[in-house]
Structures are given as C-alpha cells and as structure tokens.
C-alpha cells in the first residue's frame, strides 16, 4: 500500500478555540480510515479543511507525497477528493442522472452530450455494484439510493478518496449493510475512504485503521484489532470522574413523570424514540447521556407536548396525559427550557419584559379582566425584579430580547420557566454556547429546582454536564435506553461504551 | 412597545421616503414645463384647500383606511392576507343586497348591511386561513385568486342579478339606506369615523391586550409561540377572518357612503393599495390611518393640480409609487448588517462621550 494522503500539524483556530490542533494522520491507498471522536471533537472542521471550505491556520496537506493547498471545494475535486455529506446535497426536483451530471466541469458550452454522460455513468455503476435508476427523481428513491448517488456522484467526477460523513446516521440495517459492501468494493479497486462514526459496532466491523479525535487533538491512530470497543471508548470519551460540585440526591418515591413504552418514529435509528420506559421522580436530576440525534429532542418535545408519540402513554404527576399540547402540559406544571433558544424559546424581537411574561398575560398579576387590558406597570415592575434575581444583565428590560448575549437570553428562559412553579423541568442543552459565569448560574439553579422538589430531566450532548449534574443517568442510542446508571461514582467506562452503541 | 433604534428608523425610513419623493415629483414637474412650487401648492389645496375639498380627500381616504388596516393586521400575526380587495368586494356584494332584496331601510338597514358585509368578508378570508391551517397551502396565492372570484362574481351581480335597465350596474342603494354626512358640506361620511375608530381599536387589541399580545408573538415567532403554549393555528385563522371582516366592512361602508352601485371598476386596486400602506405604516394601525390620508390627499388634490397646472395626474401616481419603493428599499437597509452595525458603533461613540463628559 502506497500513501495517498499525508496531513502534517495541522490547526485551526477560530478566534481563540482550537477546533484543530496539530493534527497529524495518513491515509493509505485502499484503506478503509475511520475518524472517531464525539461531538465537537474536531472531525467536521478537519474534514472542510480536506474539501477546500476551510483554511487550515497551521500546517500542511500532502497528496501522493506532493505539498498541496486546497483552497476551494472544486479544486478538492480536482485534486480527487469527494466528500458525502450526512446531509445529502441532491437536488430534490432533479433526476439521478442529472444530479451527477450536475456542476461537471467538462460539460463546457451549451449541450451536454447526454449519450455518452449516460453511458460513462452506467459502467461506473456496474463497476461497483449500483443499482441506481437514472431517470428516477430524487424523491422518488430511498435515503439508501440516494447515498449511493452522492457516492456516484463523487466517483464520476474522479474521487480517489472519498469521505464519508456519518453514512449509515439515516439508514436501516439492511442498507447499512449494502453500503459496506459497496465501501469493500471501493477498497478492492484501491480508493481510500474516511469514514465518520460515532457506533462502535460499525466501526469495529469495517476500519482498518482508526484515528481518534479528541477536544480537536489527534489522541491515537490504531490498527484493526489493536483496541476493542472498550479501549476505542475510553480514548475517545477520555474522562477521569472528576468530583461533582453538587451533592448527588436520592430521590424520595413520588413521580413526576412517568413514560411507558414509548415510541415515535421507531424504525429512524435517527431522531426518533424506541420503546422507551423511564421514570422522574420528585426532587432528582435525570441525565440523557448520548451522541446528539439519538432522540434527545424528540424525547424532550413528548415530555413537554410539542410531538405526541405513536405508541406508549405518558403520566404526569400519576395522571395519564391524553391531549399533547403544550398548553396542556405547562398547565400541568411542565416548564421546558428548549434546546433552540431563539427559535423555541424566545420571541426574539419582543422585549425582555414581554418575554418574561410571555405565558402569563392572562394572569391576575398582569392584566385586567383576563387580559383586556395589560397592566404595563405591573409587568415592567415584575421584569425588573427578575432581571435582579435572575441576574439578566442588561441596558433596559424593554430592550429586544435578541440584543442579549446567549448567556442572559438563557437567564430570561429560565426566570420564566422557574418562576411558573414547575413540578417537571425539561432542559435541553442548557448550557451550549454559554460562558463559565452563565453556566455556573444555570446549573445553580437546576440543582435549586431540584432542591425544591422538582423532577429535572437533563439532555446534554455535553458529557461532563451529564457527570456533574445527574443524580440518575440514562443512555440514548439510536432511540432506545442502553442502560440506566446511578449518578454517584458513575461508571464512565459502561457509560461511554452505551453512548457509542455497546 | 419597542423603543431604541428599531421604531426610531419606522418614523425615519417613511417621512424620508414621501420627502424623496416629493423631491424626485417636483423634478418630473419641471421637466414637463410646470412650476413645482406652483403645482405642488395646487396639489396641497386641492386635497386641503377648502372644506368640500378635505371632504373628498377624507372619502378617499376612508377604504384605504379599511384595506390597509386589512392588511396590518393578518401580518401582525405573520401571515400575508394580499386577498383584501376581494374581501371587500364580497362585503359590498352581502351590503347591496341587504339593502336592496330585504326590504328594510334606513339605520337598521345600514347597521344590518354593515354586519353583512363584515361576515361575508370574513368568510371570504377564512376560506384560505383553513386551507393554511390545515392543509398547509400558500395563503397568499389562495387569497390573490379569491379575490378574481369575488370580482367576477360582482360581475354577475351587477350585469345579471341585480342589473339596473340596460346598463350594467346594479340600483342604487335607497337613498334613506345610505350612509349620512358626518358634516353638511363634507362630502365624507360616518364610514371614516368607524374606519378610525375601527383603527384605534385594533391598536388598543393589538398592544394593550393579552389576545393581540399572543397574536404578535405568533406573528414574530411562531415556534416559540407554540413551545410556550398558544394555539398557533387558531391565532392564524381567527386572524385570517378578521383580516377579511375589516375589509369586507370596508366594502359595505364604501358602497354606502360613496358608491351606493355596484359597477364595474369598483374597489378595483384597494387591496393591493391597503397592503403597501400597512407595510408604509410600519404595520401599526394608527400610522397606517396616517398613511392612508397622505395617499387619498395625494389622488384628491392630483384633478386640482391638473386643472390648475396641467401636470397630469399621474405625475400623482408616480409620487406615490416612489413612496412605496422608497419605503420598502429603506427599511431593507435598516436590516442591513452592515447598517445595524453602524448604528450600534455611534451608540457605542455616544455613550463613551456622555460618560467622559
């Protein structure tokens, strides 16, 4: 085997974060070279930075042993490079054929020579086993044969080395197991491939050789067989149990919540929910440990009746939920502190005050004659009083709420959602994006909560929040529970191995 | 309400805009030989100049004021109501035939045909709300094609149904059945006072209520809306209805007050009239009564101008034109990041230099 692909200390920095740092790694003609690593680990930027969308800050790139710059997405082209992403970049309203076609550089002038486009395409396809229809439209064809026309696509147009971005996210087993074969196939013919994944079971099944990625840096390439699952685990989890901040509580018998085998879009191994049981009880926090896009938000959106799941019944505070409407649910004490601040959480160009009171204009407290006439003094008062206690650092609380840092946008969530008296808190990623000032404050105040009584669920794709904050932790893997942890002492080499799949 | 640079450029960007235009009318007046000065104080006194005069002008204002009070308040609430014209026409329709087929007369047949016509355009604005809500359809195409139904369907009512003779128009309204003067000489009628009232009446809704309080929410942000528990769809429709009953009132005041016939031309252009007021009017209801003035003074004073100056009136048109393009391109700049940015490094300068003085 000869090296195809060399990348030599390569950085990249945005602003003061390493997204990359000093990464090194080769790939070989013909191997099948797995990236592993959690989310934010790096892949992603390193991976732009092969196709030409980012500048990489430091380092060097070597092509069959030749220093290149690749500066634009069609000059990784050029240069043999193919990427599949994980959402795929087909037109919709196109056929097959004409989304390969689609962006070729040698169809110059006006016409392009169908007959002959069409011909190249059919052998490339036979060559590796495809069975594609080329006069389908896109939307008439499955996620699988779709995949299949991104990876064509890549080879029609010269791919020596082909990077495939979380391929099997959105696929059944049956076509998981097809897109191996054609990945053996591409192997046979000697074409590299960079395969991205988070499932140990797969990647275990297919790499030769497996590099993971950890906090931007480059924590081990290993050989097929050199580590197991275990090993892979912990190198790409890498925690040591730090201690927590918080005492962890035993919660005492009463439920808030209960979810009795519950399903939504159960054969989506992505985003959706598979017969899923679990259990909040008064004054604990319950951590969804996982990979994002394992059902954490559709999990979040039953427990808060934004979606209504297709199967299994949900309870509140031992009453059987029959309507899923989030109305009825914040009635019944449910306060939600969504994952998307300003699309679910905020109405961004209302002001602070407005938004603090969002749901209660109808209340005594802030109107006359349930919401005929709006007390404006009450509420600017109230407003202000928050924006003290909940420490919402701003010019004016009758400031838009999108002029605020997402530190303080998160304060004015949370001063609404605390201040409804909630039995039930559903937090997503609360703390994404937020400075150490801000997160301190809002975990502070989910252990409050839960020292109140309150049930808090907790997702998080950040696993030392999970660590710090859960009393209970509970893995989701492709929709399904793999396991339910104690918060005290966890045991974070089980944990990690759920999370990836094991 | 919304204080800081946001309202401060909804007052700016409009009086700017009918500023530059008045500029770029009186460039075109003296390119056809008129004195400016002289056609624009023409155009001021025609609209202005004496009491009959400020009566036309009010007229004239009257079912702008409807459509575009129309328009303001579905996208108040985020959708595009561009049907406002055929909801009118559908209001007038219900309005002549409750005053010319029931028999009844005088007040309570102006109350009842007013009633009429806000149900019948309500309805006709509830047909492409439920077909958003629950079937998910372009509310704008739906209520464009409605309102090519709603004038071909006046077409059948004044040539066939209720045709007077041989001309194709319909029989007037009786004259005890019409709309009275609010003021001898005054040519305007009790149909711009409700416009107005009905004006302040959806400000008060719209910013002092907790119902248009949630209207305005689901306008802006109709997920987070949804999250914190109001009924989306519900705001959608009942906005979408009464959207239609404004205009669909609008069309029974104006076929009581003013046109008192069905005949063909009527209402034509109100709907798309109404849509660039409200959006001039930064779709706060009681500037866009402001703007509605300024236009129906605009088109009252244009016949003046011409008699006295024989600038053409539709040098009045392109005024107004200039005025909508004007509009919209300047509040599109003020959403400019690179304006936004702007703004905010002169409000950092100014803060530095009130803390250092």
New interface residues.
Partial sequence: MSELLRIEHISKRFGDFYANRDIGLTIESGEIHTLLGENGAGKSTLMNILIGLYQPTEGKIFLRGKEVRIESPSQAVNLGIGMVHQHFMLVDAMTVFENIILGDRRAKGLFVDRDARRKEIEDLAGRYGFNVQLDRLITEISVGEQQRVEILKALYRGAELLILDEPTAALTDIEVEGLFEVMEKLKAEGKSIIFISHKMREVLHISDRITILRAGENVGTVERGELDGQGLANLMIGRELSESHYEKHEPDGRTVAVMDHISYHKDSKHNGLNDVTMKIHAGEIVGIAGVDGNGQTQLAQILTGVIAPEEGSLSLKDSRVSAFDPLEFIRSGTAHVPEDRNLQGLVSDMSIADNLVLKRTETEQFSRGHGLLLKRKAISSYAADMAEKYDIRCRSIEQDVRSLSGGNQQKVILAREMESGPDLLVVAHPTRGLDIGATRFVRDQMVAARDRGVGVLLISADFDEILEMSDRILVLFEGQIMGEYSGKNPPIDEISMAMTGK | M???N?SLAGVIVPVLSILLALLIGAVIMACLGANPATAMKSLVVGAFGSKPNIGTTLTKATPLIFTSLCACFAYKCGVFNLGGEGQFIIGSIAAIYVTLTTGITGVPAMILALIAGAVAGGFWGFIPGILKITRGQNEMIISIMFNYIATLLMGVVYTNWLREGSVPQTQAVPKESQLPRVITGMRFTWGFVIAVILGIVLYYFLY????G??L??VG??P?????????VRRYILASFIVSGAIAGLGGSAELLGTQFRLINGFASGYGFDGVAMALIGQLNPIATIFVALFFAALRAGATTMQAATGVPTSVSDIIQALVIVFTVAGMALTKLPEFTAFLQRRAHRREKEVNNA
């Fill in positions: 919304k204080k800081g946001g002092r209520t907790s119902g309080f949630k305005r929410a802006i942000n997920t987070a809306a949804r999250f914190n528990g109001f009924p």
